[in-house]
């Protein structure tokens, strides 16, 4: 992953899978601790896929609020600086909400979403 000087970053996980909710925290962490004013957004995808889901958007969301709250006790003058949403790249769902979102975030760094 290319993340360099990034205003704001996706990061994606399968819904039906703990495996890539575990690596995208992964991923949330290198970013955060090599480019901490970036902006990122934890995406679940394949939301068309409830019925086989491993990764509930409450554990998602739980997991946001966390580090987000330990990234304020670090930067206690900043916004958080991740989010959580969830999409389907298959029927599109939820995807013009991520870009608008994401484009709103890095053109208004200093907001809380």
Known sequence: ????????????????????????????????????????????????????REVSKSMAEEWIAETNTSYAKQHPNKPPHLKHMECSAKTPQGINELFASLAHMMLYPDESF
Not at 6 to 20: L, W
């Open 1 to 52: 992953m290319y993340y360099r000087n990034a205003s704001g970053v996706i990061i994606v996980y399968s819904i039906i899978s703990q495996d890539t909710f575990k690596e995208a925290k992964t991923w949330v962490d290198e970013v955060t601790e090599n480019q901490p004013d970036t902006k990122i957004i934890v995406v679940g995808n394949m939301v068309d896929r409830e019925d086989h």
